[in-house]
């Protein structure tokens, strides 16, 4: 079991740099080119500076390669030998953590200093990335401050120590670090998307005065299209279902008026009769055959007292309305000009 851990040692140097590798292209440098962009000369001198630093942490991490291979053949059968010669690799990697954190350190101090002089369009934007920049304050502060355990320890100290540990330590403050950067990065995304939030919320606005302007269905669809989610997009949609509505029964007095032409121009029109006594019918007597919500309407034919319901401009009409009296034998009668006439004659006539 011992022989197995030991073993770990070198499975866990090449993870760790794995991870390393992995953390250190986390940020997309675009996002700092354009940071960089809108720093003055002094700023810049500190970000070549700090940027320097990071190449000289780079320059020891590939004489720790050289190192590896000088003491890999120890492991993992002469562990301790091969911990007390990687004394040097490990002091290289301590170095080069410590290049790091001033690195960063120097560079979030820039970057920090020019969030916090620049002009927010919106309050609560301008506090999420406050909040971004605690974030990455309190992190970068706990990655240097775990690796001071580090500094200044001396190289009879660290013979005992074991080599992964101090990678996987070292790792981790290089991912606080980094998880810094990337904090910063999203602060100043918050920044730079100012200007596109304003002219997209302008650009809302234009459109919601041109579809008030016009107050058509197909305006305020117009806009709802670009600005699904927008400011105005449920007050477009009621508009909609009012315009909608309107339309409605604009429709309905349309037809309406249509067919009041219709019948004023041939005076037929269409009933359904609901019952025909040889005497006239009591109310109560009309209530029983006829149980619908329709007037019913009496009249004389042939000696006969009739009762119709509803009136209609087509024989389609009253015949679809026919089955919805609930009475049996219900038959669809015409009228012209308040006169009976045969249903066939007045199909003609209503074409």
């Given at each position: ?247 409605r029964l604009a429709d309905e007095e ?69 089955s919805s009296t609930g009475v049996k ?14 249903v066939r004659d007045a199909k003609k006539?209503?074409?």
């Amino acid at each position: 079991m011992k022989k197995f851990k030991v073993a770990l040692v070198f499975i866990s140097i090449i993870s760790i740099a794995f991870v390393l590798n992995l953390i250190a292209q986390s940020v997309d440098s675009n996002i700092f080119d354009r940071i960089h962009r809108e720093l003055d000369s002094k700023d810049m001198n500190t970000i070549t500076k700090a940027d320097d630093f990071l190449k000289q942490a780079d320059n020891k991490l590939k004489e720790v390669e050289k190192e590896e291979k000088s003491f890999e053949k120890f492991f993992p059968k002469k562990a301790n030998k091969g911990e007390r010669k990687a004394v040097d690799a490990k002091i290289l990697r301590i170095e080069a953590a410590d290049l790091r954190a001033k690195s960063y350190s120097a560079k979030f101090k820039v970057y920090k200093a020019k969030l916090e002089s620049v002009k927010f369009e919106y309050p609560a934007d301008e506090e999420r990335a406050k909040e971004l920049l605690s974030e990455a304050e309190k992190s970068l502060n706990t990655g240097n401050s775990n690796l001071k355990k580090y500094m200044g320890v001396k190289k009879s100290d660290l013979k005992n120590e074991q080599y992964a540990k101090i990678q996987k330590d070292l790792a981790k403050v290089l991912e606080l670090q980094q998880y810094a950067l990337d904090k910063t990065a999203e602060a100043f995304e918050i920044w730079f998307q100012q200007d596109e939030k304003k002219m997209k919320e302008m650009a809302e606005k234009d459109a919601w005065a041109n579809a008030q302007n016009s107050n058509t269905i197909s305006a305020y669809e117009a806009y709802l299209s670009k600005f699904p989610y927008g400011q105005y997009a449920g007050e477009a949609k009621t508009r909609i279902k009012q315009l909608e509505e309107e339309q409605r029964l604009a429709d309905e007095e349309r037809a309406k008026n249509e067919s009041a032409v219709k019948e004023k121009a041939t005076g037929v029109w269409f009933e359904v009769q609901v019952m025909a006594v040889t005497k006239q019918a009591k109310p109560e007597v009309i209530n029983r055959v006829y149980k619908g919500s329709e007037s019913v309407r009496e009249f004389q034919e042939d000696g006969w007292f009739k009762y119709s319901v509803g009136k209609f401009q087509t024989y389609k009409e009253a015949r679809e309305f026919r089955s919805s009296t609930g009475v049996k034998g219900a038959f669809v009668v015409a009228f012209q000009d308040e006169q009976p006439i045969k249903v066939r004659d007045a199909k003609k006539l209503s074409k």
